[in-house]
């Protein structure tokens, strides 16, 4: 029993209050955008599953805290599901003063914005955190100045030497060492181009790191990208950085690129065959590795909240009937076309999207106890 409390406090508590701000954020991207358009607006529900607990407001929208937490959804007046696909009786049945506000006879472009807020949402508070976290406790660097390059390594072979100050890699500026280091680990066999100043002479270099499989912080493996350099660091190496408040704006939003972009070649990979299967995560995952994360302090946990909102409304842009991104591929279609596809199409693809997503979730979930938790197939 007493292990069964520390579980749930340690890991399921953390995670749980990841998921609730994100879904929160997501969903009220899209309600706030949906009420600025007249949209009438039947449920606002964090979770799925029976209402724990709820209040109707003056606007006659339904606020619900459902009892499975992992999710959560915004349902429109003339919807038929979550998914928010179309109930077409309804919505010829509707009564004349309500049907101006129904979502589906909005304007495309309107209901383009209503679902874009979500995504756009999860970005904005990624942002928001990021920007907060960078301006009230700076960053730790160290110089970027190649100190030692092992023989017979990528670097070694691409001509770098010790001495060498990086200045970027792949246009992202380096502004320390450990800058330096994510950049490359974030590409194992990808190629990269590494700018540098060698004897106050810029010079561009351009290699592909060897994938390397290590231990993570927490005792995961992780698959990372090495090219054979080090440095020593003493105390005097290491230094408190704080941009002002124009600069962190720059800084924040390079971050949030990096992160797009490495997530996207990370996705890439498994369309080419070179992904790693274990080093997709589920809400297992995401759990366990939220409890961990915990364990080193709030504003860690604030940072990990961040980067899976990110995550989350990147992951909502895919084009995928019954996500996000699926109803934005059915408006703009509709905006090219200047009319809607058929029912029957539209319904063929949220059948599509269901199966996608749930054997997504159904592969990870899996994936998450064979090679997190059981050792299986290692």
Same mark, same amino acid.
């Given at each position: !029993? &007493?292990?069964?409390?520390?579980?749930?406090?340690?890991?399921?508590?953390?995670?749980?209050?990841?998921?609730?701000? &994100?879904?929160?954020?997501?969903?009220?991207?899209?309600?706030?955008?949906?009420?600025?358009?007249?949209?009438?607006?039947?449920?606002?529900?964090?979770?799925?599953?029976?209402?724990?607990?709820?209040?109707?407001?003056?606007?006659?929208?339904?606020?619900?805290?459902?009892?499975?937490?992992?999710?959560?959804?915004? *349902?429109?007046?003339?919807?038929?599901?979550?998914?928010?696909?179309?109930?077409?009786?309804?919505?010829?049945?509707?009564?004349?003063?309500?049907?101006? *506000? #129904? +979502?589906?006879?909005? =304007?495309?472009?309107?209901?383009?914005?209503?679902?874009?807020? =979500?995504?756009?949402?999860?970005?904005?508070?990624?942002?928001?955190?990021?920007?907060?976290?960078?301006?009230?406790?700076?960053?730790?660097?160290?110089?970027?100045?190649?100190?030692?390059?092992?023989?017979?390594?990528?670097?070694?072979?691409?001509?770098?030497?010790?001495?060498?100050?990086?200045?970027?890699?792949?246009?992202?500026?380096?502004?320390?060492?450990?800058?330096?280091?994510?950049?490359?680990?974030?590409?194992?066999?990808?190629?990269?181009?590494?700018?540098?100043?060698?004897?106050?002479?810029?010079?561009?270099?351009?290699?592909?790191?060897?994938?390397?499989?290590?231990?993570?912080?927490?005792?995961?493996?992780?698959?990372?990208?090495?090219?054979?350099?080090?440095?020593?660091?003493?105390?005097?190496?290491?230094?408190?950085?704080?941009?002002?408040?124009?600069?962190?704006?720059?800084?924040?939003?390079?971050?949030?690129?990096?992160?797009?972009?490495?997530?996207?070649?990370? !996705?890439?990979?498994?369309?080419?065959?070179?992904?790693?299967?274990?080093?997709?995560?589920?809400?297992?995952?995401?759990?366990?590795?939220? =409890?961990?994360?915990?364990? #080193?302090?709030?504003?860690?946990?604030?940072?990990?909240?961040?980067?899976?909102?990110?995550?989350?409304?990147?992951?909502?842009?895919?084009?995928?009937?019954?996500?996000?991104?699926?109803?934005? #591929?059915?408006?703009?279609?509709?905006?090219?076309?200047? *009319?809607?596809?058929? !029912?029957?199409?539209?319904?063929?693809?949220?059948?599509?999207?269901?199966?996608?997503?749930?054997?997504?979730?159904? +592969?990870?979930?899996?994936?998450?106890?064979?090679?997190?938790?059981?050792?299986?197939?290692?």
């Amino acid at each position: !029993m &007493i292990d069964y409390i520390y579980w749930l406090l340690s890991f399921v508590v953390p995670f749980l209050a990841i998921l609730t701000v &994100i879904v929160f954020v997501h969903e009220m991207g899209h309600y706030l955008v949906a009420r600025w358009n007249g949209i009438a607006i039947e449920t606002f529900s964090v979770g799925f599953g029976k209402e724990l607990i709820g209040r109707t407001d003056k606007h006659g929208t339904r606020w619900r805290l459902s009892a499975i937490p992992l999710g959560g959804y915004v *349902r429109f007046v003339g919807d038929m599901n979550v998914a928010s696909a179309p109930d077409t009786d309804a919505i010829a049945q509707a009564d004349p003063t309500l049907a101006p *506000r #129904l +979502f589906a006879n909005k =304007g495309v472009w309107q209901r383009i914005a209503v679902v874009a807020a =979500g995504p756009i949402a999860n970005v904005i508070l990624t942002f928001v955190v990021l920007y907060a976290l960078l301006l009230g406790y700076g960053r730790y660097t160290i110089p970027p100045v190649i100190g030692d390059v092992v023989a017979g390594s990528v670097a070694e072979s691409a001509g770098i030497e010790p001495g060498d100050i990086v200045l970027a890699v792949d246009g992202y500026k380096v502004r320390g060492f450990e800058d330096f280091q994510r950049l490359v680990a974030t590409s194992p066999d990808r190629q990269v181009t590494i700018e540098i100043s060698r004897n106050q002479q810029p010079q561009t270099i351009t290699l592909v790191p060897e994938a390397t499989k290590v231990e993570g912080p927490f005792g995961s493996e992780q698959r990372i990208g090495r090219i054979g350099v080090a440095r020593d660091v003493s105390d005097g190496d290491v230094s408190l950085y704080r941009p002002d408040p124009v600069e962190a704006i720059g800084m924040t939003t390079e971050e949030i690129r990096f992160i797009v972009q490495r997530t996207a070649a990370f !996705m890439g990979d498994f369309f080419v065959g070179k992904g790693d299967v274990q080093q997709l995560g589920g809400p297992v995952k995401v759990a366990r590795v939220s =409890g961990e994360v915990a364990t #080193l302090g709030i504003v860690a946990l604030i940072n990990l909240m961040a980067l899976l909102s990110l995550n989350i409304g990147l992951f909502n842009l895919l084009p995928v009937p019954m996500l996000d991104g699926g109803h934005l #591929l059915y408006y703009l279609i509709e905006a090219v076309r200047g *009319r809607p596809l058929s !029912m029957k199409v539209q319904e063929i693809g949220f059948r599509i999207g269901f199966t996608l997503v749930l054997s997504l979730m159904v +592969f990870t979930l899996i994936n998450d106890t064979l090679f997190e938790y059981l050792g299986i197939l290692r």
